[in-house]
C-alpha cells in the first residue's frame, strides 16, 4: 500500500513539475515579415527592406517587402521593443496591410509559437481590431 501511495505521490509531483507551455499572453510590437527580418534585422523591420541584388550583389531598396512576403504567406511575426520575436499563428496574407506597424496581441503561446485570439494596430492614437479569419473558430 505504501509503495502505490509514493508512486501516485511521485506521479501528481511529476505531473505538477512538468512547465506548461500553453500560456496565456499578450504583448505589443510591431508585425515583421519572419524571412526578411531574420536575414537583416537592422535593415529589414520596416515595410521597405534592403535586399541583395542575385545579379550584381549590391544591396537595394525594396519598397513594401514585408506586406508583399506576407501576401505570399511569409509568417508574420510581432517583434517587442525589448528585440523579442512571437511568430504569429494566423494567416500572414491577412495582416500584410498592417506591416510595420504598431500592434498588439492576445493569445496563447506554444513551442515558440503564438496563436493570436486578438490583434489590433495602431493608427495615430487609436487601437483597430483586425479581424482575423480562420477556417475553425
Known amino acids: ?3 502505490i501511495s509514493a508512486l501516485l505521490l511521485l506521479g501528481v509531483f511529476l505531473t505538477a513539475a512538468t512547465p506548461n507551455d500553453n ?6 510590437g510591431t508585425l515583421v515579415d519572419t524571412k526578411c527580418y531574420t536575414m537583416m534585422p537592422k535593415a529589414n523591420a520596416g515595410n ?3 535586399v541583395k541584388d542575385m545579379k550584381t550583389g549590391k544591396m537595394m531598396d525594396m519598397p513594401n517587402c514585408a506586406a508583399a ?4 504567406g511569409i509568417p508574420v511575426a510581432l517583434l517587442t521593443k525589448s528585440g523579442k520575436l512571437h511568430v504569429l499563428a494566423a494567416p500572414a496574407n491577412q495582416l500584410a496591410k498592417h506591416m510595420a506597424k504598431e500592434a498588439r496581441i492576445e493569445g496563447m503561446e506554444s513551442n515558440g509559437v503564438f496563436v493570436v485570439n486578438k490583434l489590433e494596430v495602431k493608427d495615430g492614437n487609436k487601437w483597430t481590431e483586425v479581424e482575423i479569419m480562420y477556417m475553425m473558430k
Open 23 to 28: 500560456t496565456l499572453a499578450s504583448y505589443t
Open 1 to 3: 500500500m505504501n509503495k
Open 69 to 72: 512576403c506576407a501576401t505570399m
Open 48 to 50: 521597405d527592406h534592403k
